[in-house]
């Protein structure tokens, strides 16, 4: 392409069509006279009078997007001639599958290791208030003083007290995901799950069989809280629906437990206290049936 | 024409270009006569020319993908004729960054309590903000290279 006084070069459109670039060219800005291999592209996907119909539909102002696009387009089919744009679309959903996938798996864990944290934290928070009442009874009895008026409800609300840091604990929110998170990952929880149940993958048996082995020997003293954590747990519960009929199978048998647990955990404080003597505990027996108790 | 002789009508491209259809046409096994839209649509971005070279470059048995590769993009661009199909690619790229954050950072969380400690809750970060050069929120995967000059697609304003 001859150059007038040699001020401007013809754009990389003009040169390959061997005609002169006009200042009013659409193309040149595109197009510059450095860049042949991308405008060989752009050509040969769309072709110039293609490419120049899609700039004069548009408005000017989307002219230098539409002009990124087709020759980021153009590029993809010459690096992918068969697929182009649509085999990287369909990496990119590929990568995401795996994304969610690996998503789920990593969820799967934290949860169980956030139960299994939590039924710890209990356990020892419950014996750690059975110890430290037993031992304000037993010092009062030593040094003869007649037990507080609520010493006798202290030993009731042992039993009630996990219910209500159960429900102070789910209510804090501490270690739930954002809900709006939550939501989607329930719904491709239960999605992925329906998909790997299909596919009779042994991934998602374990985390469940690890689950269930996880909530029963935890279940002596705190069972029967687990199922209002389930119920406070409201971004859990969609998963565990999601899970199979095996789940209810463990709450059933939980609340068997419980049934025993409490009855167990009245006699561990009855043998805390039985420990005592019996000489002290009929004096503060005594000194009971004298106070009113609330 | 013996029209006797051919049991097939002609493909949708000879319909829509008007000319006979002969036996070893290239674009009749891949555009039959009963989608019409699909040549049309590929023709009005590419050019039945442009897409019969393509077709060409390409072996016999990967033209059936490349020719329906050429469908989705040419409808693409029908519908968005400002980004096309790159509007599809910038939303996916876009979700798998958030996705690989989140990953990422629940990863760290399960870490901590493999070790006994409680996670601090961090939410997702956001994306980072565009750069000074970025004019939109695309997100370009690929990077190619143009081997004939040094600044690639700089002073077009393109990161690709």
Known sequence: MTLKGGATSACAACKYQRRKCIPECLLA???????????????????????????????????????????????????????????????LYYQIQMLEEEMHTVLTQLEMYRQHHHHQQQQHQHQHQISSMADDVISQLELGMAPSNNALPLFN???????????????????????????NNSLWIQHLF?????HGTSNNDSPIAIQSQLLVPNSEPLADTQHQVVQDYDEIHPFFDSIDDRQSYIDTKDAEDSSSSEESLKETTQLMVGNVGSKDLKNAAACFSLTSVN | MSSSSYSSSPCAACKFLRRKC?????????????????????????????????????????????????????????????????????VLQRQVITLQRELDATN?????????????????????????????????????????????????????
């Open chain 1, 157 to 183: 609300q042992v039993t009630h007290q996990p219910y209500t840091m159960q429900n102070t604990y789910s209510s804090s929110d501490i270690d739930s995901p954002p809900k709006d998170n939550v939501e």
């Open chain 2, 108 to 160: 760290a969380n399960l870490f901590r309590y493999a070790y006994n400690e409680m996670p601090p809750l961090r939410p997702p970060q956001p994306p980072p903000p565009l750069a000074a050069g970025q004019s939109s929120a695309f997100c370009y995967p690929y990077q190619w290279n143009d081997p004939s000059d040094e600044d690639n697609e700089r002073s077009s304003g393109g990161n690709m």
């Open chain 2, 22 to 90: 002969m036996p070893d046409c290239i674009f009749a096994p891949y555009f039959p006569p009963e989608e019409p839209q699909k040549f049309a649509n590929v023709h009005k971005i590419f050019g039945a020319s442009n897409v019969s070279k393509l077709l060409n470059e390409v072996p016999t048995f990967q033209r059936e993908d490349a020719v329906n590769s050429l469908a989705y993009e040419a409808e693409a661009r029908l519908k968005d004729p400002v980004y096309g199909c790159v509007g599809a690619i910038s």
């Open chain 1, 29 to 91: 800005p595109y197009f510059p006279a450095d860049q042949t291999k991308v405008f060989q592209n752009a050509h040969k996907l769309f072709g110039v009078s293609n490419i120049v119909k899609i700039l004069r539909s548009l408005d000017p102002s989307q002219h230098a997007e539409a002009m990124r696009s087709i020759k980021y387009q153009a590029n993809v089919r010459d690096r992918f001639p068969v697929y182009g744009c649509l085999g990287v679309i369909r990496q």
């Open chain 1, 194 to 198: 329906l998909d790997t149940n299909n």
